[in-house]
């Protein structure tokens, strides 16, 4: 298989982030992309392009303006505030209870404030999203990734792997959070969409829900979206994810959550992702763009699900056995030692390789990752 | 003057607060309330009486029952998490830009979810808004305080004074945040508009904006709210504050927003306390809640003006001078070793007391307090 990858990402060197209002090591640090890489490399079934430049124009297909120009200008925008912290964190949100009463017309005329904290607070989520002088430039090249994923299935391969880093799916239309800043699933979708003229479905197989990408296309009926995650009455992001969201407008029906929950196994989740390919394959579309994560394994740090190594290998089989080409972009996934041999085990099943050839040791059977 | 006072404040004992993305100690601490309180006990000229308990059906007048039932449960229910954090701190909020394109049906129908970050996250506005085992006791005294001190004046004072902690001004009908959980001063109004039938004006002089405050009475005429305040553009709480925020419906007209810049002075502030008391002047009814903050000092950590102690006795003269009884109520102000001297000043301004009288050394003139 055809693997997109940058080194850009490694320029997003986060070290810490908040939550719960304390500060904590990183989880989404620039190793685990590293692990995947190399872990792919070693295999030596995998064929490493570097992605091509594709401009700002796809990511204003789903992204207010304003948010680009924000992941842009906020480190030095910060700096020249002389804000000292190693990264810039938001601590104030417009919560939407902020303006409980206010007609549409009055929230829809609130803009962004010129104070670091107030603007970083503006346009996101959560405490959890560190932002450093090499933020914009990683988030740039993983929608590149993406997008050259995209070029690589519209160029005829039937499944390409792109080593997104940072991810995307929590990113909204409007809003960054939860370690995402460009929504690169969301914009790899929406570019198929236009270059093919299709329909298109995103399976979404990270942990967590994928609220931006929901929301991005809520009200379209040529994206069907279709998460498999962690109930958010107990799970970031909270507020989104429920199974009664099913899309409104042209859009209702076309959104299918799958809340799960805490201690998740194998068959549980191959369950629900067979429910999850159902719904596809009973909509139209010769393409799915799948959110790939793997903080459903059972060590990961963040998650509370209990997956292991060979059913990421089945699960990637049937996903491919539907028949549909893959855009398979990476999300997140946080237990590093087993990376590697996650992303290998999904995507050698989604080529039909065998799982059984890989070494039987160490996380996940990958010895090399210990 | 009369001034009401609980020690259950005491309990609300927070250590730190998180600043974008960094644990710094706590500004909204214990001390604030016993500087003030015993700088007026030493004055000799003020008689402190305990507050009455008033139930919650004040406080469900002008919040969200959840509200309520959250502050009393989180603590607890955080616990049965085994959350082992030193308090309780949101770090995920429901940005209203998740939403964006989603009806307000649809968001009206969203809940707040079991896991108390979540949890905490959809009551709030912010991460610098700790609370701990004590907080709920202590809001719901400084409420009864805030009660009490209307009921002072419906007994005929001309002026009372009450020591509120927790603050109040930033806590909306549905949403706590900025060291506040109930808007003491919002209560105070409604109860006195209920009890005594008559419009009822706020002034809110604390440094920043009560945007809870002008939430719950966006769209009424019956009560105006005015406020001087640091420009949201460059701080606290950002989102709101703005000068082309009037009100909506009924309530168009009886917002003021007087945005102020970096380094405002005595003479600037007095020239827009000035304008301020001339909206209220312009309105019919007998009596002003005041909210009362000192962060508005030149020393002060969290604020940028310059504002003296001796202006303040200036501010309480202009304020009495309208002729109107005051329900006077603390909020913010977090240069402790000034706090009780500047609350003195105000309120000996407010009586017609002289300033002069006070001693001459130390901050804003008080010896005692260094």
Request: charged share 20%; glycine share 12%.
């Amino acid at each position: 298989m055809r693997v997109v990858y940058s080194p850009a990402h490694l320029a997003h060197d986060v070290t810490t982030e908040t939550v719960m209002g304390g500060v904590i090591p990183a989880n989404e640090v620039a190793e685990r992309a590293e692990r995947i890489r190399t872990t792919l490399e070693a295999d030596g079934g995998f064929a490493i392009d570097a992605p091509t430049e594709h401009g700002t124009e796809p990511i204003l297909a789903v992204h207010d303006a304003g948010l680009l120009r924000y992941v842009e200008e906020a480190w030095p925008a910060a700096r020249a505030q002389s804000l000292a912290r190693p990264n810039l964190t938001a601590d104030t949100f417009p919560n939407f209870r902020m303006f409980e009463g206010m007609s549409p017309e009055f929230v829809a005329g609130r803009t962004e404030t010129r104070f670091a904290a107030g603007r970083a607070g503006w346009w996101g989520l959560d405490t959890a999203n560190p932002l450093v002088a090499g933020t914009y430039g990683a988030a740039r090249a993983a929608v590149d990734v993406a997008l050259t994923t995209v070029d690589l299935v519209l160029g005829g391969e039937p499944a390409a792997y792109g080593l997104c880093r940072p991810p995307g799916h929590h990113a909204a239309r409007s809003m960054a959070g939860g370690y995402c800043f460009f929504n690169n699933a969301a914009i790899a979708a929406e570019a198929f969409v236009r270059a093919a003229g299709e329909q298109v479905a995103i399976l979404d197989v990270d942990y967590h829900h994928g609220n931006g990408t929901q929301q991005i296309f809520w009200r379209r009926g040529d994206v069907l979206y279709v998460s498999l995650h962690a109930d958010p009455e107990r799970q970031y992001p909270f507020f989104l994810g429920a199974a009664d969201e099913i899309g409104e407008g042209e859009g209702s029906g076309a959104n299918l959550n799958i809340p799960l929950p805490a201690g998740t196994d194998d068959s549980g989740y191959l369950a629900a992702l067979d429910r999850g390919l159902a719904a596809i394959a009973d909509n139209p579309g010769d393409v799915i763009v799948v959110s790939l994560g793997f903080d459903t394994y059972g060590h990961d740090p963040i998650g509370d699900f209990a997956l292991t190594t060979a059913v990421y290998h089945e699960c990637g089989r049937r996903v491919a056995a539907l028949g549909r080409r893959l855009v398979i972009l990476q999300e997140g996934g946080y237990h590093r030692p087993s990376l590697g041999a996650n992303a290998r085990a999904w995507l050698r099943g989604a080529e039909g390789r065998p799982y059984e050839s890989l070494p039987a040791s160490g996380f996940g059977g990958d010895g090399s990752d210990r």
